[in-house]
C-alpha cells in the first residue's frame, strides 16, 4: 500500500532510522510533489504566456541602442519556444515548494532543534533565488546586451535567433539565481561541518579575486563598470555567508553545550 510520508510522524525523531526503502518512498513523495508543483507552476505560465513574453523576456532587446533584431528560422520554432518558456517558468514559480520538498527529504536527518528553521531557510532560499533573477534582469542582462548589439562591424546586421536570445536571457537569469544561494549554501556546508567561518575569512582575499575573475567572465561587456556591477553583490553575499556560517556554529555549539549539560 503506497502512503503520502507527509501523513506519518517523521520516524527519526523518535531516535529510529529509516531503512532503504523507506528513503526511496520518501524521496519518489518528493518528486512526485515537487513535479506537481511545477505543472502546476507551469499552467499559470501559460495563461499569461503572451505577457510574459512580450513585455518582460522581449523587453530588454528593445532597449537596447539600436534594439536588437529578432527572427525566427524554423517551422514550429516559436511553438517550441512556448512550451519551453512553460516549463522554465513553471520551475521558477515552483521554486519554494522545490526547496521545501527538498529540505522535507532531508528533515528526518535532523534534530528537532533544527527543523525549526526548515520555514525560514525555504523562505530565505526562495528570495536569494528570485533576488538573483531580478538582479541579474535589471542590472546584468541590460549591460550585457547594450554592449553585444553595438559590438563588431556596422556593415553586418545582428539578426539574432529568437531561441538563441531567450537562451541567453533564461540561462542569464537562472545563473544568477544559483550564484544569489550562496548564503544557503554555506549555510548548509557549516551545518554539516565542512565550511567554517574562520577559513572563508582567512581566504577573504583570494575569495574576492575570484569573484572578480567570474565576474569578468560573466559580463560580456570589458568595461569595469558592468564587471562591478555584478562583482560587488557577489562580494557582499560572500560575506553574508561568513556571517551565517558563524551563526550556524553557534547554534552547533550551544546544541553540543545543551546536550552535555543534559
Not at 501559460?46 to 528593445?62: K, W
Request: contains cysteine.
Amino acid at each position: 500500500m503506497i502512503t503520502d510520508p507527509d501523513s506519518k510522524s517523521e520516524i527519526p525523531a523518535d531516535g529510529i532510522e529509516m531503512t532503504f526503502l523507506e528513503h526511496l518512498e520518501e524521496l519518489r513523495w518528493r518528486i512526485i510533489k515537487s513535479a506537481i508543483g511545477v505543472i502546476i507552476g507551469g499552467i499559470v505560465v501559460g495563461i499569461f504566456i503572451n505577457f510574459i513574453v512580450e513585455n518582460i523576456l522581449l523587453l530588454p532587446a528593445t532597449k537596447t541602442i539600436p534594439p536588437i533584431k529578432l527572427q525566427n528560422i524554423k517551422p514550429f520554432g516559436q511553438f517550441t519556444l512556448y512550451m519551453e518558456i512553460i516549463l522554465i517558468g513553471g520551475v521558477i514559480v515552483s521554486i519554494p515548494n522545490i526547496i521545501l520538498q527538498i529540505w522535507k527529504f532531508i528533515e528526518p536527518g535532523l534534530k528537532l532543534s533544527e527543523r525549526k528553521y526548515i520555514g525560514s531557510i525555504v523562505i530565505f532560499s526562495s528570495v536569494c533565488f528570485l533576488s538573483g533573477i531580478v538582479f541579474a534582469y535589471y542590472v546584468i542582462l541590460p549591460t550585457a546586451l547594450e554592449f553585444l548589439s553595438s559590438f563588431g562591424s556596422s556593415i553586418i546586421n545582428n539578426n539574432i535567433a529568437v531561441d538563441e536570445y531567450f537562451s541567453f536571457i533564461i540561462s542569464t537569469m537562472l545563473a544568477a539565481g544559483i550564484v544569489f544561494e550562496l548564503p544557503m549554501v554555506s549555510f548548509f556546508l557549516s551545518k554539516i561541518g565542512i565550511l567554517k567561518p574562520e577559513f572563508m575569512r582567512k581566504y577573504r582575499k583570494h575569495a574576492v579575486v575570484l569573484i572578480l575573475i567570474v565576474a569578468a567572465i560573466l559580463t560580456p561587456s570589458p568595461d569595469i563598470t558592468s564587471q562591478l556591477l555584478l562583482g560587488i553583490p557577489l562580494v557582499i553575499l560572500y560575506e553574508i555567508s561568513i556571517l551565517i556560517c558563524k551563526f550556524s556554529q553557534k547554534k552547533i555549539s550551544d546544541d553540543v553545550t545543551g546536550e552535555q549539560i543534559a
